[in-house]
T-cell receptor, first 116, second 115 residues
């Protein structure tokens, strides 16, 4: 069965510091991997996705993520965090090929707090 | 393009009442997914629909919950005889068929409170 683990429930970083949010997945086949961000009271916005090819993917808002098959990980990084990055971050895994849709399986999320 | 539109954004119901949540997918999208987010939890898949068809309802509770996506109009998630445990945020996502079907665009959600 597929699953996604985000080990850190809360993370606090100082503005301008670097950020890494962890994501580990369990999936029987080649997965598609996603990171979404949710601001309070809002929906989810897609930050980036990995389907194949270069294992380092660039997303919006200066985020990037690296797919490491050997570690079953897809960690999200940002070199310098801005106060506006404070939000909930969700890692998700989905099927690469499906006749029954592409429903995503989400982790429980990591809440990011940015301090001055 | 208005994106995925959900309404109402907030809904308050008393126990035993019915809740209807509506989702209009992005223009050109024919696939709709419903998710539920409980407090302090991630999103849990409920149901996947295409026009006039339920494709995968493996995440739907067996009773009181139903979903439809008619030929015309929005997709509707219906919860009958609501209970306090139904209080949650319900998110709709849509995608196109064919290429891009595996990239879901989410709406802002409908937050249901059951008193």
């Amino acid at each position: 069965a597929q699953s996604v683990t985000q080990p850190d429930i809360h993370i606090t970083v100082s503005e301008g510091a670097s950020l890494e949010l962890r994501c580990n997945y369990s999936y029987g086949a080649t997965p598609y991997l996603f990171w979404y961000v949710q601001s309070p009271g809002q929906g989810l916005q897609l930050l980036l996705k990995y389907f194949s090819g270069d294992t380092l993917v660039q997303g919006i808002k200066g985020f990037e993520a690296e797919f490491k098959r050997s570690q079953s990980s897809f960690n999200l990084r940002k070199p310098s965090v801005h106060w506006s990055d404070a939000a909930e971050y969700f890692c998700a895994v989905g099927p690469s090929n499906s006749n029954s849709g592409y429903a995503l399986n989400f982790g429980k999320g990591t809440s990011l707090l940015v301090t001055p | 393009n208005a994106g995925v539109m959900q309404n109402p954004r907030h809904l308050v119901r008393r126990r035993g009442q019915e809740a209807r949540l509506r989702c209009s997918p992005m223009k050109g999208h024919s696939h709709v997914y419903w998710y539920r987010q409980l407090p302090e939890e991630g999103l849990k898949f409920m149901v996947y629909l295409q026009k006039e068809n339920i494709i995968d309802e493996s995440g739907m509770p067996k009773e009181r919950f139903s979903a439809e996506f008619p030929k015309e109009g929005p997709s509707i998630l219906r919860i009958q005889q609501v209970v306090r445990g139904d209080s949650a945020a319900y998110f709709c996502a849509s995608s196109p068929g064919g290429p891009g079907a595996n990239v879901l665009t989410f709406g802002a959600g409908s937050r249901l409170t059951v008193l």
